[in-house]
């Protein structure tokens, strides 16, 4: 069975200051981890997936497979990062792509 | 065109209604998707389409019928739906996997769905 943890329902941080969403995950197999995000009002939308170890909007995220994390990280949190981030999980071997979600996480950044 | 386009954007209907929620996109994808997403919820798997076909079903209750007529359309049929089945009900497209990779799912904005 494929599982996602984020530990933390809602965050809430200062403008300019680091931030770190959690996500913990369990599968047997090789996942891929993705990161969706989705702001008030619009569509979820990728925001970084492991396989392309890109920097997107600041947020960085390092797939630990020996701690089983894909924690999302910003140095340097902006107002308009404030939405509901999703850390989701795709491992079964189907021909179309199986993503578990996490619960979410609600980060607001404070001005 | 790289969005997903989902008709209509809400959606009022009784319980002996029948209604459909219509998905398009124009990408090239292969695989498509329902999810259903309670508030404050993720959103959960419903069913996934390979090559047009039904290749994943959640155990979904028959109520809520999907059909995918071509490669950039697919529908969710419904019918004598509950309260319950209130949400917001999202389509997304990917590439199927191939060899092991996951495809990147693009999501649609969603039909809101309110069953009285």
């Known amino acids: 069975a494929q599982r996602v943890t984020q530990p933390e329902k809602l965050l809430s941080v200062f403008k300019g200051a680091p931030v770190e969403l959690k996500c913990n995950y369990s599968?047997?197999?090789?996942?891929?981890l993705f990161w969706y995000v989705q702001y008030s009002r619009q569509r979820l939308q990728l925001l970084l997936r492991h396989i392309s170890r890109e920097s997107i909007k600041g947020f960085t995220a390092d797939l630990n497979k020996g701690e089983t994390s894909f924690h999302l990280k910003k140095p340097f949190a902006q107002e308009e990062d404030s939405a509901m981030y999703y850390c989701?999980?795709?491992?079964?071997?189907?021909?179309?792509?199986?993503?578990?979600f996490g619960e979410g996480t609600q980060l607001t950044v404070n001005p | 065109d790289t969005e997903v386009t989902q008709t209509p954007k809400h959606l009022v209907m009784g319980m002996t209604n029948k209604k459909s929620l219509k998905c398009e996109q124009h990408m090239g994808h292969r695989a498509m998707y329902w999810y259903k997403q309670k508030a404050k919820k993720p959103p959960e798997l419903m069913f996934v389409y390979s090559y047009e076909k039904l290749s994943i079903n959640e155990s979904v209750p028959s109520r809520f019928s999907p059909e995918c007529p071509n490669s950039s359309l697919l529908n969710l049929h419904l019918h004598a739906l509950q309260p319950e089945d209130s949400a917001l009900y999202l389509c997304a497209s990917s590439h199927p996997a191939v060899g092991g990779r996951k495809e990147t799912q693009y999501f649609g904005p969603g039909t809101r769905l309110l069953v009285l």
């Open positions: 599968y047997s197999g090789s996942p891929e």
């Open positions: 989701a999980l795709s491992g079964r071997e189907t021909s179309g792509s199986r993503l578990t």
